[in-house]
Nanobody, 124 residues
Framework: QVQLVESGGGLVQAGDSLRISCTAS????????LAWFRQAPGKEREFVAA????????YNVDSAKGRFTISRDNVKNTVYLQMNSLTPEDTAVYYC?????????????????WGQGTQVTVSS
């Protein structure tokens, strides 16, 4: 059974930085993609960033805007999202997702498993 557990969310002020994590377990994590999505209140879930097993990455230019960095630790089966210069518009529940055997899709329906999400709230 695949499990994705996010952590590190919280309440921060505008301009602050925050790093959230997602640890995966339950299946050999090879030839796969780990991604971050987010969903703000009243909005659809949107892609933020994704990273492959070998470290290739892609970003949603609009939401990441050069402020976010995705990285991973393959020994720990953990993916990170470093978020800098946060604004209230970044307030959302951030979800980790995984897919096997595909490319770094920006579509949530292409991912096989999801975590429960971690809340990030940025105050002005």
């Amino acid at each position: 059974q695949v499990q994705l557990v996010e952590s590190g969310g919280g309440l921060v002020q505008a301009g602050d930085s925050l790093r959230i994590s997602c640890t995966a377990s339950g299946r050999p994590f090879i030839n796969h993609v780990l991604a971050w999505f987010r969903q703000a209140p009243g909005k659809e879930r949107e892609f933020v960033a994704a990273i492959t097993w070998s470290g290739g990455s892609t970003y949603n230019v609009d939401s990441a805007k050069g402020r976010f960095t995705i990285s991973r630790d393959n020994v720990k089966n953990t993916v990170y999202l470093q978020m800098n210069s946060l604004t209230p518009e970044d307030t959302a529940v951030y979800y980790c997702a995984v897919r096997w055997g595909g490319w770094m899709s920006h579509r949530d329906r292409d991912y096989d498993y999801w975590g429960q999400g971690t809340q990030v709230t940025v105050s002005s």
